[in-house]
């Protein structure tokens, strides 16, 4: 064993982490592998070395506490992340979706397990770790196809964020479940529902009174040291409470992020704290591939791969059902499937604070481990896999929705079978509700195209002709009779989502002008490429009308003209 150089064993662990992690992180990139995947099995091979064993650091006391820091951290970070306000837009997939989705995993997984010969209590646990998904993987996936704005992907979050308010609930309890074993009576669950209580109104409290108070404080002396010290501290003070309650450091840790995102000071919150949760996600994954003992995975590599395609075949099978009984196109429902297939940081979670307990044997866990972390890895392979399938299944027909759907109302399916000459407006923003006023005052019959349930039934009541529809589906555009339209424009600036919707008109409407927005200048030759007639670029709009006014504001020269602005940022 080689000397100890006079560093704390914590801080020898983590550098050594640290270092190991950058050549795994560049390898992964190369590979085109999500990192968070590099994290993990860089964790594997440290464990799996002897590194640790020879540098005298593999103690178990200095890998957990090393965990316990980076969940604390991740937890808070996703609690600062969370939005209500997401949820109150996405309340239909998330409330019915999500609970759809939580409640049909949790039983087949609760079966499974306890068929398998899982106790009750254990068997629950597994069931909630098999039934919550990786969020930060997916929406990476999901960016990475340039679908992070289509319907399936919307889904996908609308579930993650119920399962975020699910497991809130649940590690309130999972004490219960971790401890027990004799049996839990109504005295400890009253205490424990008490002592929950109590930290929610305390954090209530914080967030109403003290945050507030003590942020406004901080921003006064203008030291950015003061404000992140203060954000850092309610962060750990909370988390340091919930522990000492009993409710957890990862539970205190949330609750802390959920607490301070209310303040109006969140943006600048998120501006100081937010670009350390990469490094929070290296920690925490890191951490978990510390635990894993690779010859006792590999010793049961059948079971492992066996029940890893059970696993993802399953939940994408349950969450594409799921999304299609919401009406979601069968397409966007077999996205969503896929990006909700893996397990989660919370699977991981729970499955740490098992370890040790004896709620299974240690080849039992390292099969859970080793499950969890490759449905993760695999997850956007799966994910480009389903929407490659997707767009082939839709192209051959096999996804035709068939009989009556929600894209068109009896009451205007006539009038939308008569149009011709009509224009399509896709998405009814500001924008799209004042390009659709400006036409029909002209006498040009409209169109609207939009996924907004509940300004679909608002047109429709006012006799607007409108489809609840999905503009990536050939079958929109067919329901739109795009062959007889004479004009198709997108409100919204959002190039991936309009890129796919072009890939479709065009197969039916080679002819019929678009015009598109782009938000940035180097998305405007893409679209064009794919077919947009015209393509109006935000940004330069933005700056064309910036200099207008600047130019007024001086009191001198002429408006800006478009010339005057970079020629080679054309329309």
């Known amino acids: ?81 969370f939005s209500l306000s997401d949820l109150r837009f996405l309340r239909r997939w998330a409330l019915w979706g999500g609970s759809a989705q939580m409640l049909c995993c949790a039983v087949c997984g609760f079966v499974g397990a306890w068929l398998l010969g899982f106790e009750s209590r254990a068997a629950l646990l597994v069931s909630v770790m098999l039934a919550m998904s990786s969020t930060a993987i997916s929406v990476k996936s999901l960016q990475g196809l340039g679908v992070e704005s289509s319907p399936g992907a919307r889904m996908a979050l609308a579930v993650a964020i119920f399962q975020d308010l699910f497991i809130i609930g649940f590690l309130v309890f999972a004490p219960l479940l971790l401890d027990g074993g004799g049996g839990v009576s109504a005295r400890e669950v009253a205490s424990l529902l008490g002592r929950a209580l109590f930290f929610g109104a305390l954090c209530a409290l914080c967030a109403r009174l003290l945050f507030p108070l003590l942020f406004h404080a901080a921003a006064a002396t203008r030291q950015r040291e003061a404000f992140t010290l203060c954000v850092v501290g309610s962060c750990i003070g909370l988390a340091w409470i919930g522990a000492e309650l009993g409710l957890g450091v990862a539970l205190g840790a949330f609750v802390a992020g959920l607490a301070v995102s209310q303040s109006v000071f969140k943006p600048r919150i998120a501006a100081d704290v937010m670009p350390l949760k990469d490094l929070f996600l290296t920690v925490f994954f890191i951490s978990v591939g510390l635990m894993v003992d690779l010859r006792a995975a590999l010793d049961q590599w059948q079971s492992l791969l066996v029940f890893t395609m059970l696993f993802i075949g399953g939940k994408v099978l349950i969450c594409a059902l799921v999304a299609r009984v919401l009406g979601l196109a069968p397409r966007q429902a077999l996205l969503a499937g896929a990006a909700l297939c893996s397990a989660g940081e919370f699977s991981l979670l729970l499955l740490q604070q098992v370890e040790g307990r004896g709620m299974w044997t240690v080849s039992t866990h390292q099969l859970l481990v080793a499950v969890c972390a490759l449905s993760m890895g695999l997850l956007p392979m799966v994910v480009r896999f389903c929407d490659a399938l997707g767009e082939l299944a839709q192209r051959r027909g096999w996804l035709v929705r068939r009989g009556n759907s929600s894209a068109h109302d009896a009451s205007l399916s006539l009038r939308i079978k008569e149009l011709e000459g009509h224009a399509i407006i896709v998405g009814f923003g500001p924008v799209g509700r004042a390009l659709n006023e400006s036409l029909q005052g002209r006498g040009i019959n409209t169109l609207v195209v939009d996924l907004n349930a509940e300004t679909v039934q608002q ?81 330069r709009e933005a700056s064309l009308a910036v200099l207008d006014q600047a130019l007024l504001l001086q009191g001198g020269g002429n408006p800006a003209t478009t010339s005057e602005v970079d020629p080679a940022a054309e329309i």
Request: hydrophobic letters at 55%.
């Open 459 to 539: 047109l429709k009541r006012e006799g607007q002709p409108v489809l609840f529809a999905d503009a990536a589906d050939l079958e929109t555009w067919e329901l739109a009779r795009v062959r007889e339209a004479a004009l198709v424009a997108f409100s919204f600036a959002d190039a991936p989502v309009i890129a796919h919707a072009l890939t479709s008109l065009r197969e039916l409407g080679p002819e019929v002008p678009v015009l598109a927005r782009a938000r940035f200048a180097s998305d405007v030759d893409r679209l064009k490429r794919l077919g947009a007639t015209v393509v109006i670029n935000d940004e």
């Open 1 to 81: 064993m080689i000397a100890s150089l006079s560093l704390p064993p914590l801080f020898a662990l983590l550098a050594l982490m640290l270092l190991a992690v950058v050549p795994m992180a560049l390898a992964a990139h190369r590979l085109r592998q999500p990192l968070l995947s590099g994290y993990f099995l860089c964790g594997v091979l440290l464990a799996n070395s002897g590194i640790l064993g020879v540098l005298g650091l593999g103690s178990a006391q200095g890998i957990r506490e090393i965990s316990e820091i980076g969940v604390m951290l991740l937890m808070f970070t996703l609690g600062l992340e």
